[in-house]
């Protein structure tokens, strides 16, 4: 068996998207760490405090070698549409996390609302990347 330990954001700033991440979203600060052998890459991970076996990566848009600067404007352009992915987190009350994350500053892009699968707001962070919060109806 596996388990899945972290996903990805690419972000265009990171010691930005850590600030949002864990002023505003209010996640935990899992590990950062920059790596000058690797050409000064900076592993930056947080996660939810209460789920310490999952992290999000916090990943710069690298430049090249890596990728060109063709590549990269190209996804840091899809980054900042929102669509370059999307995270959804869970919670059991979609209304009381997001009356706690907009007082705490974040700027949603759609109110929570009801779907047919639960109950669900939208966010983006500094970079673009869509976040859904969502309380899901049980089955």
């Known amino acids: 068996m596996f388990k899945i330990t972290h996903a990805q954001a690419w972000v265009h700033d990171q010691d930005e998207a850590l600030a949002y991440y864990t002023d505003k979203v209010g996640m935990e600060v899992r590990e950062d760490v920059t790596l000058p052998e690797l050409g000064g890459f900076r592993w930056l991970t947080v996660g ?3 789920q310490p076996d999952v992290s999000l990566a916090l990943i710069a848009v690298p430049g090249p070698p890596v ?3 063709d590549t990269a404007g190209k996804l840091k352009e899809l ?3 929102g669509f370059a992915g ?3 987190l869970s919670t059991d009350d979609c209304q009381a996390t997001y009356d706690e994350m907009k007082a ?3 700027e949603f892009t759609e109110e929570p609302a ?3 699968y639960g109950i669900d707001a939208a966010f983006r962070d500094p970079s673009g990347n869509q976040i859904r919060l ?3 109806t049980a089955a």
């Open 86 to 88: 999307s995270i959804f």
């Open 134 to 136: 969502i309380q899901t």
């Open 104 to 106: 705490r500053g974040v």
């Open 79 to 81: 980054i900042g549409k």
């Open 48 to 50: 939810p405090p209460a």
């Open 114 to 116: 009801p779907r047919p």
């Open 67 to 69: 990728m060109d600067d």
